[in-house]
């Protein structure tokens, strides 16, 4: 029954997938519609997306989880508010304004793109991280530096164990987030998936557009599915 | 406990030693101690009692440098702990908080083995070492080793507090309330457990608790402290208890002081009481004769292996001889010589006869207590106390003579 339950997102998804994949092979394809819906072209799209995304969560989860570190240490502490702040610009931003805009100053490509979903979805990463260290009971750190250990040894050995349940938990949003937000990357030259869905409205080719849709959605919840198996192995026991 | 045996005087060396200690936490006016000097002597417990705020913690965050002092020196061991590195000295001091502080992640052996694992230990050496001191606590070893903390209860999660405190085998112990989050019963026994462990671990221990009663059970000598740090008085139990220095101090220890300081003393130290013992099948005529002789109101019939069944009074011997066992008062009050005069004192005054037997670990009689014995023995105390107690005691810089 557990089993079964925890099987259950990704049966659906397939079951999606079938369905999607049996609508399309009914349908009478022409020619635009065959360049976009046929295996390689596909595959190609949805391996650049993902790369994207997953380059993106990387690059995130590394920056947005040390800055969060350094912003709960003693000295550093003052300057959280400051950079929540400059998060908070960063998620509140349309993420397409900051597409084209950093493609503006910046210039287009797969960097740009990764620029830009970095930004977008840093700040859950960099709050969980935060909160994830400060809600680590402060009597914990006490015996830790009581019986010796230095703050590295605490942070490594005590803190960050103790909040890795709440940082997984942004790393698991940023992640869809990331998913979600690398289909605007068609607009600055990035592929991914975008692609099949812009043609499929420039082209008015609604079974296009309808796959490459569906594709990102079972995209996002097979990764967010697994990102939630991560995050239970990755617990702590005795938690 | 509290007082050593005339024979053991030796010279003090100080472990840890105070001199002149302020600190003050920013934001607030009052320092948290402000000129604070004590020392504490090698293989002793000293507690630091008073109420909450008074700075009891902030003394020991000072010793082992999880704070600094703002001015002032303290010495351990002989090395200004300015000059130590502070994780190292805090792997040679033993530290145990009132939240226990177990790492929720980690085993209780893998809890037990951080300061060894910091001092690279090897795995087996730590298992070993884990082991025996999960024994040492009383925590079967096999049962408890790979246990996660939050399936421990507080008592035992307390022992494996204590249990990672005296990994390393350090030779000081600091002790913050290590038993306030315990409920009565287990804080008993585990003070209990600590008191006999010492005995033989012989730790330099400076244990903190705003709790009067446990400050008198565990410490060799005490330290009442008011807010900002100020010691009121700085001696043993006996003299705290019976020459408050202050009308703080008195006010702290409060009504009952004299009964608070029965718990120092044992039932072995009282002056055995007169009375006659016999055989529960003794000849009333033997009995009569016996009581008689040795002046008293009654007699002690005990059974063949030497327990105490009932007390008989002469009156009681004329009117029932033929049915000994029921005319008389059972005697229920048994006590042992390593019992305290509080304990004995309740047991006295529960049973009509008004005194206790002392037995060995038989449970056969070796003597009998009666209140008058109690009553010289707090005398005594107090007399004695009167001669060592100075007023407001501050102990000398130098090494002393006990």
Redesign the interface.
């Known amino acids: 029954m557990a089993l079964l339950r925890r099987l259950a997102l990704p049966l659906i998804v397939s079951g999606v997938g079938l369905v999607l994949a049996v609508w399309v092979g009914t349908q009478e394809l022409d020619s635009i519609e065959q360049r976009q819906l046929n295996g390689a072209t596909l595959l190609e799209k949805i391996v650049e997306h993902l790369e994207l995304a997953a380059a993106a969560s990387v690059v995130v989860v590394v920056l947005a989880v040390s800055l969060g570190i350094v912003l709960t240490r003693p000295g550093t502490r003052r300057l959280a508010p400051a950079v929540i702040a400059v998060a908070n610009v960063g998620q509140a931003t349309p993420s397409i304004g900051f597409l084209v805009v950093g493609a503006i100053v910046a210039g287009i490509g797969f960097d740009r793109v990764l620029l830009a979903l970095v930004a977008y979805s840093a700040l859950p990463v960099l709050r969980n991280t935060m909160v994830g260290l400060q809600q680590v009971?402060r009597?914990?750190i006490?015996?830790?530096?009581?019986?010796?250990?230095?703050p590295t040894?605490t942070l490594l050995?005590?803190e960050l164990?103790?909040s890795v349940p709440v940082i997984l938990a942004g790393v698991r949003t940023a992640l869809v987030v990331n998913v979600g937000t690398a289909t605007l990357a068609t607009f600055v030259d990035g592929g991914g998936l975008g692609d099949t869905i812009n043609s499929g409205i420039r082209l008015g080719r609604d079974t296009v557009l309808v796959t490459g849709a569906v594709l990102t959605a079972m995209m996002a919840l097979l990764l967010d599915w697994v990102a939630r198996g991560a995050e239970d192995l990755l617990r702590?026991?005795?938690? | 406990m509290a007082e050593r045996a005339p024979g053991a005087r030796r010279p003090r060396v100080p472990a840890i030693r105070l001199e002149g200690v302020t600190k003050a936490y920013t934001g607030r006016v009052e320092p948290a101690v402000r000129d604070l000097s004590f020392d504490v002597a090698e293989g002793e417990t000293a507690v630091l009692v008073g109420p909450s705020g008074c700075g009891k913690t902030t003394t020991l965050r000072l010793i082992n440098r999880l704070i600094t002092p703002d001015e002032g020196r303290i010495v351990v061991d002989g090395d200004d702990v300015s000059g130590a590195e502070p994780d190292a000295l805090r792997r040679r001091m033993g530290y145990v908080i009132q939240q226990i502080g177990l790492f929720p992640h980690m085993t209780v052996q893998e809890n037990v083995a951080t300061v060894p694992r910091m001092l690279g230990w090897s795995k087996a050496r730590r298992g070993e070492r884990t082991d025996e001191l999960l024994a040492t606590v009383g925590l079967e070893p096999s049962a408890f080793r790979d246990r996660f903390p939050r399936e421990l209860s507080g008592g035992q999660q307390q022992r494996v507090g204590v249990a990672r405190a005296l990994a390393a085998d350090p030779p000081i112990l600091l002790m913050d309330e290590p038993f306030g989050s315990v409920d009565p019963v287990v804080r008993e026994r585990l003070q209990d457990e600590l008191l006999s462990l010492q005995r033989r671990l012989r730790k330099t221990i400076l244990f903190v608790t705003h709790d009067i009663d446990e400050a008198v059970k565990m410490g060799d000598r005490i330290a009442v402290m008011d807010h900002g740090g100020r010691i009121e008085q700085y001696a043993t139990p006996a003299q705290v208890l019976s020459r408050p220095a202050s009308q703080f101090v008195s006010e702290f220890v409060g009504p009952g002081a004299t009964l608070k300081a029965l718990s120092l003393t044992r039932v072995g130290d009282l002056e055995p009481a007169e009375c006659p013992v016999l055989g529960l099948s003794s000849d009333p005529a033997a009995i009569r004769a016996a009581i008689r002789r040795a002046g008293t109101e009654d007699a002690l019939l005990v059974d063949d292996a030497g327990r105490p069944r009932c007390w008989v009074t002469v009156e009681e011997l004329e009117r029932r001889f033929d049915a000994l066992g029921e005319a008389a008062i059972a005697a229920e009050a048994t006590v042992r010589r390593s019992d305290d005069l509080r304990l004995a004192l309740e047991r006295m005054v529960s049973t009509r006869a008004g005194k206790a037997v002392v037995v060995d670990d038989a449970g056969a009689c070796i003597g009998v207590v009666e209140l008058a014995g109690v009553i010289a023995a707090v005398e005594s105390l107090r007399s004695h106390a009167s001669v060592t107690a100075r007023g407001r005691e501050v102990r000398p810089l130098s090494p002393v003579s006990d």
């Open positions: 009971d009597s914990l006490e015996a830790a530096r009581g019986l010796g250990m230095s040894a050995r005590v164990p103790l702590p026991r005795g938690l």
